[in-house]
């Protein structure tokens, strides 16, 4: 098996844990496959009033070599995948965990462990690893946003999107 | 109801962790949520060592929240077979 076959493989098992649990998580997961890698689009949204969305663009390139890039796009584009590189800042939450630095992004920047910009440059300790823990997972990076997401930036009202 | 009380009685009653996959878990009305946390970590093959890494939530009426390890599973309305989530943790602070 290819590494890009390998990494394809990774982020489809990851992309089946979330896709089992979706209903219980009240997420929405997608897969678009390329040649080399796959982006997993995970769809979150506060069911308890505010109708705040998130959604979440994870591209699974060297999974789990490296952690998957992320990127905050336009909740639209769950459904119309002409939208899938809308990325603008708007869409990205703002509240505790979210740095905005443009010397290291020129979109907002996720604190929470299990992306890829997080490590870039050794900028947090520990690096990522292969195989990542189990928190640090796909899956767990999924859980722990969307624990940041229910608890802390839509009570905040520290959304845009 | 009656057998619904009878279920939670000391025997304890089974309740649904949700990590990837569900899965069945006795828990007691007088056991602390961390008791609770550290028995899923061990269902699911988590060292106990990672606890502060993760959380449960659960649903009441469609709310999700997460639960507060000191209390106990009978200080919420847990009834049997409702699906209780470990989560990872989110470090807010860090950066």
């Known amino acids: 098996m290819s590494p890009e076959e390998q990494a394809k493989k990774a982020a489809i098992i990851e992309f089946d844990r979330l896709k089992r649990v979706g ?24 069911r308890r009033g505010s109708g705040r969305r998130l959604l979440l663009k994870l591209k699974c390139d060297d999974y789990p070599q490296q952690a998957p890039s992320l990127e905050c796009i336009n909740p639209e584009a ?17 509240g505790p965990n979210m740095v905005v630095d443009p010397n290291r992004s020129p979109m907002p920047i996720m604190c929470i462990r299990g992306h890829r910009l997080y490590y870039a440059n050794g ?5 990522w690893i ?32 | 109801m009656e057998a619904a009380t009878e279920k939670k009685s000391e025997k304890g009653f089974e309740i649904v962790i949700v990590y990837g996959i569900n899965k069945d878990l006795k828990v007691r009305e007088d056991e602390t949520l961390q008791q609770v946390k550290l028995r899923a970590l061990s269902l699911f093959g988590i060292s106990p060592s990672e606890q502060n890494e993760f959380i449960l939530r659960t649903k009441f009426h469609g709310n999700d929240i997460p639960l507060d390890e000191s209390k106990t599973v009978g200080s919420y309305d847990i009834h049997p077979h409702q699906k209780v989530t470990l989560a990872s943790a989110t470090p807010f602070g860090s950066r």
Not at chain 1, 123 to 127: L, S, V
Request: hydrophobic share 35%; no cysteine; proline share 6%.
């Open chain 1, 23 to 46: 209903e219980e998580l009240d997420i929405s997961v997608d897969l678009e496959e390329t040649e080399d890698y796959v982006i997993l689009f995970v769809l979150m949204e506060d």
């Open chain 1, 78 to 94: 769950f459904h119309d995948h002409t939208l899938r590189d809308n990325v603008r800042a708007e869409f990205y939450p703002k």
């Open chain 1, 123 to 127: 900028w947090h300790q520990p690096p």
């Open chain 1, 130 to 161: 292969n195989p990542p823990k189990e928190q640090d997972s796909i899956y767990g990076f999924v859980t722990k946003v969307r624990s940041a997401f229910l608890d802390t930036w839509v009570q905040k009202e520290s959304f845009a999107a």
